[in-house]
């Protein structure tokens, strides 16, 4: 079977190189410090740690603009001199929690700086030249991490080995050029994520501080802004004497058991970790008609409130 995605840049249509990981990449050696012995606020050796791995860095490792943390005892780096890292250097991370694990990431904007795999990871150094960027978006697509779920080991703590990555394959054009395309095009993605989550972060600082300000505070009646040409006291009552408050079905009312996969819709108290009901009733718990019209006196109407 050819070795061709779906969707291709223009002007590209050979089949893509297939090799084993072991044969494209060469494995260095990692560090084994702890968090303990690393520190961010001197040093001139950076550690690239598992941890930062899963949760901080992304497809591609810019060690210029990313905040990583310095080796405190710099005189174990001489033990890992022939390890330092370069750019274009793969690191995965070889422990997590779940099926996260393998994820990795590319190391890119290496000058002058030193830098070392950490704790809990595999580096790799190419063995051929792979335009900046396609490797980190490669080896961290679905495509790539479906061959890693069967080689994970471990319950609470998965894990997998450098002998068992060695013989997953890795597919890449054979053109450099269809790979830079490829690694500037994710990169751009990521940018303009980046531009919208921060402009997100922003609009969330401005509801944060808006929903202080917008409303009185404890025994005040007019809030510190308001919208113009508004200027009269605002009402003042306790929730009971407007609104009809009753407790949710429980207990004897309504059971685990009595909730089926294709029925009416429950609020629970799930749904106030996101703070939003799901757009589709799919996977939330739900109850037969003729539960529904048992529970009739729980149907929420528009504009109704509901409390965890």
């Known amino acids: 079977m050819a070795n061709t995605p779906n969707?291709?840049?223009?002007?590209?249509?050979d089949d893509w190189e297939q090799r084993k990981l072991g044969d494209t990449l060469c494995s260095l050696q990692n560090n084994t410090l702890s968090r303990a012995e690393l520190t961010y606020e001197e040093g001139t050796i950076k550690n690239v740690h598992y941890g930062d791995i899963l949760v901080k860095y992304g497809e591609v490792l810019d060690v210029k603009n990313e905040q990583i943390p310095n080796i405190i005892d710099t005189t174990v780096a001489?033990?890992?001199?022939?390890?330092?890292?370069?750019?274009?250097?793969?690191?995965?991370?070889?422990?997590?929690?779940?099926?996260?694990?393998?994820?990795?990431?590319?190391?890119?904007?290496?000058?002058?700086?030193?830098?070392?795999?950490?704790?809990?990871?595999?580096?790799?150094?190419?063995?051929?030249?792979?335009?900046?960027?396609?490797l980190g978006y490669y080896l961290n697509s679905s495509v790539f991490h479906?061959?890693?779920?069967?080689?994970?080991?471990?319950?609470?703590?998965?894990?997998?080995?450098?002998?068992?990555?060695?013989?997953?394959?890795?597919?890449?054009?054979?053109?450099?050029?269809e790979q830079e395309k490829i690694g500037a095009y994710f990169m751009h993605l990521d940018h303009l994520i980046t531009l919208h989550q921060r402009k997100c972060d922003e609009v969330k600082q401005l509801k944060k501080f808006m929903l202080q300000k917008m409303f009185p505070k404890n025994g005040e009646l007019i809030p510190e802004i308001?919208?113009?040409?508004?200027t009269d006291d605002w009402e003042q009552h306790k929730l009971g004497e407007f609104s009809d408050i009753k407790t949710g079905p429980f207990g004897s009312t309504l059971h685990a058991d009595d909730y089926i996969n294709d029925?009416?819709?429950?609020?629970?108290?799930?749904?106030?970790?996101?703070?939003?009901?799901?757009i589709v009733k799919d996977g939330i718990p739900q109850v037969s008609e003729n539960d529904y019209y048992?529970?009739?006196s729980y149907i929420l109407n528009t504009n109704d409130i509901v409390f965890s």
């Not at 969707?7 to 249509?13: E, P, S």
Request: one cysteine or more.
């Open 7 to 13: 969707i291709r840049f223009k002007g590209f249509a």
């Open 78 to 134: 001489e033990k890992y001199k022939d390890s330092f890292l370069q750019n274009g250097d793969v690191i995965f991370a070889d422990t997590a929690e779940d099926e996260t694990v393998g994820k990795c990431s590319e190391i890119a904007g290496l000058t002058d700086e030193t830098a070392l795999s950490g704790l809990h990871t595999i580096p790799y150094r190419p063995q051929l030249k792979f335009a900046t960027g396609y």
């Open 146 to 177: 479906q061959q890693l779920i069967p080689l994970m080991q471990g319950i609470k703590v998965t894990s997998i080995s450098k002998s068992a990555m060695q013989n997953t394959d890795i597919v890449y054009p054979k053109s450099f050029d």
């Open 226 to 230: 308001r919208f113009a040409g508004f």
């Open 263 to 278: 029925g009416m819709p429950i609020i629970t108290t799930e749904h106030f970790k996101s703070g939003q009901l799901p």
């Open 294 to 296: 048992r529970l009739s």
